[in-house]
């Protein structure tokens, strides 16, 4: 488990799109994305406050020259309303993580106390093991994940990033309207 959480520090980008909520537009997506050899660190997807619209969050390393003819390839296909680069400097960006971890009676106590540090919550307990809930921005995440190295994780399930700009004019820059 320690070799999946050394990672290399690689510059992200998070782009948003938003689709009509149809079969297959996320299909699409993903294979124009991989026909470019564009790898997706995370995608989420879920319906926003407008029926019939859904927004898709992806997080992908690349240089500025390809996620510009991403974007505009992605723009072009049907059912793909506006496409847009979140700014990192006037963004939010958040996570859930669950994390089980196995965990003796001595080590629980200084668990929980670490889970409450970083506002988490433990949502599962029995003998041999315990499921701890956080939610909070990747880098947050991150230095939890950093946190429990000593400890033997069972399983991780991270839901991907999802975020939107503080200031609506600054996405409205974004998508050209």
Do not use: W
Not at 7 to 14: F, G, I, L, S, Y
Not at 46 to 75: F, H, M, Y
């Amino acid at each position: 488990m320690k070799a999946i959480m050394e990672k290399k520090a690689v510059n992200k980008t998070v782009i948003c799109l938003m689709v009509e909520n149809q079969p297959n537009v996320l299909a699409r997506i993903s294979s124009l994305v991989g026909r470019r050899s564009f790898n997706i660190s995370t995608i989420t997807a879920s319906e926003t406050n407008v029926s019939g619209i859904t927004k898709i969050t992806v997080v992908s390393g690349t240089d500025e020259n390809v996620l510009d003819q991403l974007i505009a390839q992605v723009k072009k296909l049907e059912n793909v309303n506006e496409a847009y680069v979140l700014p990192d400097t006037n963004s939010l960006y958040r996570e859930l993580l669950l994390v089980k971890i196995k965990a003796t009676q001595e080590e629980r106590s200084a668990l929980h106390e670490m889970t409450e540090i970083y506002r988490g919550k433990v949502v599962g307990l029995n003998k041999e093991s315990m499921i701890i809930e956080l939610t909070g921005s990747p880098k947050k995440i991150d230095g939890f994940m950093g946190m429990l190295e000593e400890y033997d994780i069972i399983e991780v399930s991270r839901t991907g990033v999802t975020g939107m700009a503080r200031d609506s004019s600054e996405e409205k820059h974004l998508t050209g309207i």
